[in-house]
Nanobody, 119 residues
């Protein structure tokens, strides 16, 4: 089994910053891509950013230039540095990982962490 545990969410004023972390643990042989998604009330979950094991990144247009995704492969952890936050960034943020365990490959999700940006 693989678990993803997120941390770092909270309440921040517009223009502020937050840093999210997501640590993977369990029966892990290797991790391919890791990413962050978000889901606002009444909306579908949307991709925010992804990063491959080699460090290649992708960002949604809405966060380019403000958010930075990074990872520490030795710690099986992915981060999301969020700067210049806007009220429309308010959502539950979920991490996702494409994981090879010792027996199979699977896509895993964290439990989510709330980010609220006040105007």
């Amino acid at each position: 089994q693989v678990q993803l545990v997120e941390s770092g969410g909270g309440l921040v004023q517009a223009g502020g910053s937050l840093r999210l972390s997501c640590a993977a643990s369990g029966s892990i042989f290797d991790i391919n891509a890791m990413g962050w998604y978000r889901q606002a009330p009444g909306e579908q979950r949307k991709l925010v950013a992804t990063i491959t094991s080699g460090g290649n990144t992708y960002y949604a247009d809405s966060v380019k230039g403000r958010f930075t995704i990074s990872r520490d492969n030795a710690k099986n952890t992915v981060y999301l540095q969020m700067n210049s936050l806007k009220p429309e960034d308010t959502a539950v943020y979920y991490c996702n990982a494409d994981v090879w365990s010792h027996t199979a490959r699977g896509y895993y999700w964290g439990q989510g962490t709330q980010v609220t940006v006040s105007s």
